[in-house]
C-alpha cells in the first residue's frame, strides 16, 4: 500500500481516541440515514479501550443512534468474559454498561465454546443478521482495526492458515498476547465493509506501520486488507506515525 494511504495523525492518544469517535459517529449516522441501521465490527487489544471510553460518554451516548446499531467483534480470545483480556469483556466495562443499548444489539463472540466451534456459530449469526446468499460476503458498515507489533491484525497472525481462508467468514485461530485460542473474522470480510479504519498508538508500532504503509507487497495480515471499494483510513498517534517519511500520502494532522 503506497502512495494514497488516507492517513490522519493525531497530536497523542487522547485525540485520537477523540478522531475515532467521530469516525463512528459519522459512520453510524450515514448508515442509520441511508440503510435504517448500522454494523460495526471492533477489535480488541488496548488501543481501543480509549476510544470505548470515548463512545460512552455524555456526547456520544446521547448523540449515537444506539438503538439502530449492532455492535459485533471482530475477534475474540476464547476465555470467560471477566477475563481482564476479554475483548467484549472489556468493551463492556469500558463503555457498553454505559449506554443505552438493548442486549440483543450486541454480538459478542461465543468465547466458552471451543474456537472452531465458536466461530461456526458465529458465523450463523451473521448469516442470520445480514441474510446473504452461501456465496456472498455481509457489508459491515464500520470495521475498525488494530495492528500487532507483528504485522497481524485482526486474530489473523503471519504464516497461519485463518489468514488464508478465502470462503469462511469466520475462523479459529490461535496466538497473538495472550497466546489463547481465538476466533476472528476472515479476510473477505473485513475487506467487503463499507469503511475500514485501522486505529494505530504507540512508538512500538512505529516500524511495522512504516513497513505496512511504505514497503511493497510484504503479505502481512494487515496489508492483506484492501477493501474493495478502497476505503481504508489509518489513523495514528505522533508516535505511531514517527518513522513515516510522507511523500504522497495525504496527511491531515488534527489538534
Ligand atoms: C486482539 C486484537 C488485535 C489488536 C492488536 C493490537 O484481540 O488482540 O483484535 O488485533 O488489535 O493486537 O492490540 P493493542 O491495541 O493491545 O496493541
Known amino acids: 500500500m503506497k502512495v494514497g494511504a488516507d492517513i490522519t495523525v ?3 492518544r487522547q485525540t485520537l481516541a477523540a478522531k475515532g469517535a467521530e469516525l463512528f459517529f459519522q459512520a453510524a449516522l450515514t448508515a442509520v440515514q441511508e440503510r435504517g441501521r448500522f454494523s460495526v465490527a471492533v ?32 475477534d475474540e480470545r476464547c476465555v470467560a468474559v471477566d477475563d481482564p483480556t476479554s475483548n467484549y469483556g472489556s468493551a463492556k466495562r469500558d463503555w457498553l454498561d454505559k449506554i443505552v443499548i438493548p442486549t440483543e444489539r450486541l454480538h459478542p463472540m461465543p468465547a466458552r465454546l471451543p474456537a472452531e466451534e465458536g466461530a461456526a456459530l458465529y458465523e450463523r449469526e451473521l448469516r442470520e443478521f445480514f441474510q446473504m446468499h ?27 492458515a485463518a489468514l488464508l481462508e ?30 475500514v479504519v ?22 502481512l495480515p494487515a496489508q492483506r486488507v484492501r477493501p474493495i471499494n478502497g476505503r481504508v483510513r489509518w489513523l495514528l498517534d505522533r508516535e505511531a506515525a514517527s518513522l513515516l517519511a510522507n511523500p504522497g500520502y495525504f496527511y491531515h494532522q488534527v489538534a
Open 10 to 12: 493525531a497530536a497523542d
Open 43 to 74: 477489535s480488541g487489544g488496548s488501543t481501543p479501550r480509549r476510544l470505548h471510553r470515548k463512545l460512552a460518554d455524555e456526547y456520544y451516548a446521547g448523540a449515537i443512534p444506539w438503538s439502530k446499531g449492532h455492535i459485533f467483534w471482530v
Open 134 to 160: 452461501a456465496n456472498q460476503f455481509p457489508v459491515f458498515d464500520l470495521i475498525l482495526l488494530g495492528i500487532g507489533a507483528d504485522g497481524h491484525t485482526a486474530s489473523l497472525f503471519p504464516r497461519q
Open 166 to 195: 478465502k470462503r469462511k467468514w469466520v475462523a479459529a485461530s490461535t496466538g497473538g498476547s495472550p497466546n489463547v485460542p481465538r476466533i476472528t473474522l476472515t479476510l473477505p470480510v473485513i475487506n467487503n465493509a463499507r469503511k
Open 198 to 219: 485501522f486505529i494505530v498508538a504507540g512508538k512500538d508500532k512505529a516500524g511495522m506501520v512504516r513497513r505496512l504503509l511504505e514497503n511493497g507487497d510484504t503479505g
